[in-house]
Nanobody
Framework: QVQLAESGGGLVQAGDSLRLSCAASGRASSINTKGWFRQAPGKERELVAAVNWRWSGSSRTYYADSVKGRFTIAWDNAKNTVFLQMNSLRPEDAAVYYC????????????WGQGTQVTVSS
């Protein structure tokens, strides 16, 4: 089993930045892909960004079109932590953000965090 714990959400103004963190524990070495999803009220959960770590030491990333150029996902393998740096936040970015972990690319996500709220005021 893998446990995921998110942190870093909060209330910000449009144009501000936030950094979300997701620390993995348990059998964290068994996963090679981590992603950030978000779900706003009345909307479906969507994949915002994902990173796949390869044994060669390289990684590959995915970003939803709506966040390209503004969000950056990064995986600190030594700390079993994945970060989502969110810049130039917009009111439409407001949602509950969930960290997920799994394997393969595209990934199958088997583990989920509890979610962290991001609120962006205009």
């Amino acid at each position: 089993q893998v446990q995921l714990a998110e942190s870093g959400g909060g209330l910000v103004q449009a144009g501000d930045s936030l950094r979300l963190s997701c620390a993995a524990s348990g059998r964290a070495s068994s996963i090679n892909t981590k992603g950030w999803f978000r779900q706003a009220p009345g909307k479906e959960r969507e994949l915002v960004a994902a990173v796949n770590w390869r044994w060669s030491g390289s990684s590959r990333t995915y970003y939803a079109d709506s966040v390209k150029g503004r969000f950056t996902i990064a995986w600190d393998n030594a700390k079993n932590t994945v970060f989502l740096q969110m810049n130039s936040l917009r009111p439409e970015d407001a949602a509950v953000y969930y960290c997920a972990a799994g394997n393969d690319w595209p990934a199958t996500y088997n583990y989920w965090g509890q979610g962290t709220q991001v609120t962006v005021s205009s």
